[in-house]
């Protein structure tokens, strides 16, 4: 199985077909979007790139594509979340996905509230160890996750004006025993997912609980076809397993 993660900007809006043309060079089997907000788009995305299956809500940041009917399909809206996980359930796997989209801005200030996100998340994914945690967390685990000075004046004053860049949240998922794909993979890749087509900084990750991690045999930023690097402010990041 293929799943890509993949924030579209502000909507997707004017860039449906470039976005269809990377899913398309990579044909997963599902996709996760975020910043997905504009259900039009979505299924013009869907109907482009051939994915007999999509859902999304309108406002809503998460959204999915398939190429498998869904047998759940659920936002889970918790309060003080920005926005709402969504929980996906495919046919003939016992694979729970959920896509995630934490708070934006990737200040100290804000970090107190993706940790409280994360908390939630845990709770609606429950014992069940088969799943995967998939999407924009728009936080770092650590400081080789991101390259300050190659960030824009304006992003790096707003940094230092807001307490400046202190992990803490995704260590919640460290401690709770799950690992970080990507870097199980590519312990010498930085992985930067944004911006492109110069990226300094990996806000995309995907997470299994360490007894899950046998099943995955894969995980990469997608720096391919060229329309990549129009189609979003994000690079997607794919994950394959079995």
Not at 23 to 34: C, E, I, N, S
Not at 180 to 208: C, M, S
Request: proline share 5%; with cysteine.
């Amino acid at each position: 199985m293929r799943i890509i993660s993949y924030n579209i900007k502000k909507g997707g809006r004017g860039r449906a077909s470039a976005i269809a043309s990377v899913l398309t060079a990579h044909q997963p089997d599902v996709v996760v979007l975020q910043e997905a907000t504009d259900p039009t788009i979505v299924k013009d995305i869907a109907q482009q790139a051939e994915f007999p299956h999509c859902a999304s809500g309108e406002g809503y940041s998460v959204a999915f594509l398939s190429k498998t009917e869904p047998t759940l399909v659920k936002w889970h809206a918790v309060r003080g979340i920005r926005s709402p996980f969504l929980e996906i359930h495919l046919q003939d796997s016992n694979l729970r996905i959920f896509g995630v989209h934490l708070t934006a801005f990737l200040v100290n200030r804000l970090e107190r509230k993706r940790a409280h996100e994360i908390r939630s998340l845990l709770e609606v994914v429950g014992d069940d160890p088969s799943h995967v945690l998939i999407g924009d967390f728009n936080t770092i685990i650590n400081s080789e996750d991101s390259q300050f000075r190659k960030m824009p004046l304006w992003l790096r004053l707003m940094i230092m004006a807001n307490g400046g860049i202190r992990p803490r949240a995704l260590q919640l998922l460290l401690d709770a025993g799950y690992v970080d794909i990507f870097r199980h993979f590519n312990a010498n890749n930085a992985g930067f997912t944004l911006p492109t087509p110069d990226p300094n900084t990996r806000l995309d990750y995907a997470f299994v609980l360490g007894e899950f991690i046998s099943r995955m045999t894969a995980c990469r930023a997608i720096r391919t076809p060229d329309e990549v690097n129009i189609a979003s402010d994000h690079y997607p990041l794919l994950l394959e397993m079995t």
